[in-house]
């Protein structure tokens, strides 16, 4: 692992910092059952921000005053009102029981002002970065005007540590800067897989979508011993094996015009099983139905030659698999989980992510789940504190699995 500037070894004591966090989080409208669209936007799941709480209140202790900045989805350069950070604040200010100012821009005269009279122990919330078209631009002039007013850098925000934007490694060519806990936590997590694994190493992966996925399984196959295949993921493998997969979420080719690039995930995956067939573990079976919302489900045996009927489509791992994986599991001694086995948001197909992430759990191996949507796993079943790391950054962490560095870290690690 690289050799990180960190915060503890730091001198920040009094100074204005800017906080760089990763709040890009899915915001939900208050009054959505009644139809009053954009009344109020509130902040439905608070894993990111409850993640950084520990780097705020080390630098509150410090007597530090804090400017937080981050970047919340994809407004494209132009204020969006549903987009606002004033929701963020107002969750993160109930975290900590003290006032968070939400601002209205994160740059200019007004956010100057504000900055100018912070005292130790205040926080501002700085608006959306990405309303301003500079800043996926990397402009360096908006970067300086990001750090005007502040004395050091704190840098958080692993789930955005894969770009380069003006508030990414822009901001960090400005001012001096450390780590904050949570990255510093994420990188040193994520890194153990990669470099020291405890073995048997397990790697679980799932989800709807291959081409996300396929950086991090051509890393993996590289350094655990046996991979599991669920969700849409497994569609793409058994098609490629010449198994029909009828009406089954699948990726198998990509085409981007625009690039003038083509993925053939078929062969891709036809590859990686000629590689690590010893070590890829496809299902069994899967559960298979008419459709996700109704009618008959039923085990396909796969393995026994049974075939999907025609216009079904699979939308789980079936029992023998989640057996199989539950004994690979229960016998690891270090077990990492992205993204779902099945379709777990309808309960009749959510068997496979809930038996194989409880398989994990009563492993008592280290447990790290993370990556696309898998943080929502977590949440839905009230899981929280139960695994030993669930990583904050979706594409950031598949990013970091698939061996590629960061940008950001050119500046965050020690020279
Ligand atoms: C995340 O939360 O994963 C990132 O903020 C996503 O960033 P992106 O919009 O650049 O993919």
Redesign the pocket.
Known sequence: MQNLKKLEQADVKGKKILLRV?Y?ITLAEENLPTGQAGEKMIVPDDTRIRATVPTIEYLLKQGCSLGLLS?L??PAGKVVENLRMQPVADKLSELLARPVKALKDCVGTEVQKEIKAMKPGDIIMLENVRFHPEEEKADQQFAKELCEGFEFIVYDAF??A??MHASTTGILQVLPSASGFLFEKEITTLSHLLENPERPFVAVMGGAKISDRVGVMENLIKKADRILIGGALANTFLLAQGHKVEKSLVEDVFVDTARGEKKDYLKICQDLLQKAQDRLQLPLDMLAAESAEGGDVRVINIDEGEHLPAGWAYFDIGPRTIDLYSQILKAAKLAFANGPMGLFEIDRFAGGTKHVAEAMLSSGATTVIGGGDTESIVVRYGWEGRFTHVST????SLEFLAGKEFPVMKYLVKK
């Open positions: 990763a890009d970047w989805k994809r789930a955005q894969m770009r950054g979706g594409g950031a």
